[in-house]
């Protein structure tokens, strides 16, 4: 029974989130952290019950009843935005005075403090805790229905839910674009931000079903040559880019954010994401796993983990 070493790695997750956010308050591996207790609690449930809990939670209940609260039609709803109080911690102009003019020790405290409070705010209101949730719910079940084993024998599966992912996603971008006029209003401002998330869920499907399938055409090694060592560094990356662009665009380290535009900061993030792949080809070339990867994996088993590749 792996659940109780599966619990201690979700506390060395958190604890390295709580590092990372050192850098950046929008860290991620500290929510992970956390709900992914839900999967301990839930492991044993059968499958039925999961597939409606699942559908529950990428439906954004709350986001839902928002909008129906609006309309008039679920009187005594307390609407989310009434959960906290107006002056959200993470509002206000001091978190851009730090990241632009701020030293790093200020920065990190901030991060540290009301930061981390801003950040959990915003994945309630938002409605991403909701479908973080879904999703690693939907994990679990795509592993007991070995969804991914023998991708290549399922191609005519995840043709289709390709075909249905993507005429959804773009109805629903229809959708949303039809309701700019009425965000001006609460009750259609409500409406839009839920239809954006079913969007984005959408748009997750369509792009799982692509790689899926581009990744299991016969004779195309280009995808997996450049991806499959990223991916094996996937903690490395993630940590690694906090640290790279933080420095370059944070005023404790260059600043550049203030002179950069957007499309030199894409180019940016493509030409990081592009050095970082290819480091991590030599990397594992000699190695097993990323750096953070073993570390993670030592912590987790409690002695040293082979770390050389022989």
């Known amino acids: 029974d792996f659940r109780k070493r599966f619990m ?87 978190r851009e005075f730090l990241y632009a003019g701020g030293s790093w020790e200020e920065a990190a405290w901030w991060n540290l403090t009301r930061g981390q409070v801003g950040k959990w705010q915003f994945f309630l209101l938002s409605g991403r805790i909701w479908q973080t949730l879904g999703l690693f719910i939907l994990g679990m079940l795509a592993g007991r229905w070995r969804l991914f084993a023998d991708a290549p024998g399922k191609r005519v599966l995840f043709l289709r839910l390709l075909a249905v992912s993507l005429l959804l996603f773009l109805s629903l971008l229809a959708v949303r674009t039809l309701l700019v006029p009425l965000t001006s209003s609460p009750a259609g401002s409500d409406l839009r931000h839920l239809v954006l998330q079913w969007e984005n869920l959408s748009y ?59 499309w030199i900061c894409l180019c940016s993030a493509v030409a990081v994401f592009c050095l970082q792949a290819w480091v991590c080809r030599q990397w594992l070339k000699h190695f097993l796993y990323g750096p953070l990867e073993w570390l993670w994996r030592t912590a987790t088993m409690c002695r040293m983990q082979p770390f050389i590749r022989k």
């Open 8 to 94: 201690w790695r979700l506390v060395l997750l958190f604890l390295l989130g709580l590092v990372h956010t050192l850098f950046y308050d929008g860290d991620i591996l500290t929510i992970f952290g956390v709900l992914g207790f839900a999967l301990v609690l839930l492991y044993r449930r059968r499958t039925p019950f999961l597939v409606i809990l699942c559908l529950l939670c990428l439906m954004q209940p709350v986001n839902v009843m928002d909008a129906l609260a609006r309309a008039g039609m679920a009187e005594g709803w307390p609407h989310s935005s009434g959960w906290f109080l107006p002056d959200s911690p993470a509002a206000g102009p001091s």
């Open 204 to 262: 997750v499907a369509a792009f799982v079903s692509g790689a899926v399938l581009l990744f299991s055409r016969p004779g195309l090694h280009l995808p997996s040559d450049l991806l499959s060592s990223t991916g094996k560094c996937t903690l490395t990356c993630y940590v690694t880019q906090t640290l790279i662009f933080t420095f370059l665009f944070f005023g404790w380290g260059l600043g550049l954010a203030r002179s950069m535009g957007p």
